[in-house]
């Protein structure tokens, strides 16, 4: 038996698998109302272009150059990173040359 952790269950954070879920979703839907609405029982015409104008979305979708919101989320998360490290490096030099100023006045006490 094979145990499911709650991380196999989260939601997915990438916004090309939604929008793929969503284009789908949406194809399904109009091709199961052609099915039941359509006028003809033998038009083919409407599904074929349905599953060609899904496929097409989906395709866009997936081949567009965009960064994904993890991306962006990691390329912020390392400028954070860099400047904490200038920020460390000043204040450093500064405690540095506090401590040497203090020392010279309290060497001529």
């Known amino acids: 038996m094979y145990y499911h952790s709650e991380k196999d269950f989260e939601p997915s954070t990438d916004s090309r698998l939604a ?21 003809t029982r033998n ?10 104008s899904a496929a097409a ?5 997936w081949l567009s150059n965009k960064k994904s919101s993890n991306s962006l989320q990691e390329d912020r998360i390392q ?3 860099q400047r904490l490290n200038k920020l460390e490096t ?11 100023k203090i020392r010279h006045l309290a060497s001529k006490n």
């Open 43 to 52: 038009n083919i015409a409407v599904p074929i272009v349905l599953g060609s």
């Open 19 to 39: 929008a793929t879920t969503r284009i789908w979703s949406f194809a399904t839907g109009m091709l199961a109302l052609c099915m039941i609405f359509s006028p």
């Open 90 to 100: 000043i204040a450093g030099n500064d405690d540095l040359e506090m401590w040497l």
């Open 57 to 61: 979305g989906t395709a866009c979708v």
């Open 79 to 81: 400028e954070i990173e």
